[in-house]
């Protein structure tokens, strides 16, 4: 299972690059040769490493200014690091657990996020379906699929 980790910016200033995106998107294309991926309708999917497909960076639809990587790959959160890195504006890389991330090495609890590491079990439940909702549903039809093609054989 994938880790989620974040790139936020939870500092009372809308002006930041990571508020606006279509400076952030530029920002990426430039400095850290991203590409973005776009829907049917030319809303942005997501953003990937030209070099390293598997390194995809996600919007958080309702959370302005917050996007995500799912990973199991330090590399990918170096990446990320490097990013808050060199906004240079208190834009930070924070994982699941609420845990802000120097380095991979150096990691702490950031002041605007205690609350999140005292929510309860359910609570980072529902915050991780709302986050997966979409491979959730797609995992669930996959499966269906699946048995219908298992049972239709038999």
Avoid at 65 to 92: Q, S, V
Wanted: with cysteine; charged share 30%.
């Amino acid at each position: 299972m994938a880790y989620h980790v974040s790139l936020v910016n939870t500092e009372d200033n809308s002006h930041k690059l990571i508020f606006n995106k279509n400076d952030f998107r530029d920002f990426l294309l430039k400095e850290f040769n991203m590409q973005e991926s776009l829907d049917e309708h030319g809303q942005l999917e997501f953003y990937y490493d030209k070099e390293d497909e598997s390194f995809t960076i996600f919007y958080t639809e309702g959370i302005e200014g917050e996007y995500y990587i799912n990973t199991t790959d330090d590399e990918h959160i170096e990446k990320l690091i490097a990013i808050a890195n060199k906004l240079n504006d208190g834009t930070r890389v924070r994982g699941d657990e609420g845990e802000t991330y120097l380095s991979l090495e150096e990691v702490y609890i950031h002041p605007d996020d205690i609350q999140v590491t005292h929510l309860s079990l359910m609570d980072r439940f529902k915050r991780w379906v709302r986050r997966n909702t979409c491979p959730i549903i797609w995992a669930c039809i996959s499966i269906s699929l699946l048995m219908y093609k298992i049972i239709t054989r038999g």
